[in-house]
């Protein structure tokens, strides 16, 4: 499949004609496209290169569909800690980006519940992290650890809900172990429960 999608590549750089490329593998859409057109259930969600999509999801579909892990999404109340908008998971404070803790005070979603996202390669378990994103940390138990060589995915339970992280190498986290993960507050998104659209 990895050839095959160089030997598409290299086509239709040959013949400088446009392509409508067809599938339901996320990896295929990002590696092949100039431009991906996200649909569900026959509608178009978002229409954008592929790093904005990336980047800038219209919505929670999209969120979930482009990029490999998945997103991870926890649901949680929009509150402040330390005068700064955070979103309480549990009995959790994740601080996020103040300007995005802008929008949701000025929409007046203080006090609401939300589902925010974060995706695998933005929650990290080194101390630099930990102490550089103090105000966006949870505790979780790792479940499983799969060491793929040039990074670790850690699949952890947190709140009831499962919370992958893909960390360095180096981590020295195990099965069984009860990790601290902070989240990058700029790379936490935030969807609105009734629509689903991102809060940006």
Request: no cysteine; glycine share 8%; net charge negative.
């Amino acid at each position: 499949r990895g050839q095959m999608r160089v030997e598409i590549s290299r086509l239709h750089e040959r013949l400088g004609a446009t392509m409508i490329y067809v599938t339901h593998d996320q990896t295929e859409a990002m590696t092949l496209g100039d431009r991906i057109v996200v649909m569900s259930d026959g509608e178009v969600q978002q229409i954008d290169i592929p790093q904005y999509l990336y980047d800038h999801p219209a919505n929670k579909f999209v969120a979930g569909f482009i990029g490999s892990p998945q997103m991870n999404f926890l649901d949680g109340t929009v509150t402040e800690k330390n005068g700064k908008v955070a979103v309480r998971v549990g009995d959790t404070d994740i601080a996020i980006d103040p300007a995005k803790g802008k929008v949701l005070k000025d929409g007046g979603y203080m006090g609401k519940e939300v589902t925010i996202g974060v995706r695998p390669e933005d929650l990290y378990d080194t101390p630099e992290h930990l102490e550089l994103y103090k105000d966006s940390k949870a505790k979780a138990k790792v479940a499983v650890r799969e060491n793929l060589g040039a990074e670790i995915y850690l699949y952890t339970d947190f709140n009831g809900a499962q919370l992958t992280a893909r960390v360095d190498p180096e981590s020295k986290t195990q099965v069984g172990d009860e990790v601290e993960l902070s989240f990058n507050p700029a790379k936490i998104h935030v969807f609105d429960n009734e629509t689903g659209k991102a809060i940006e």
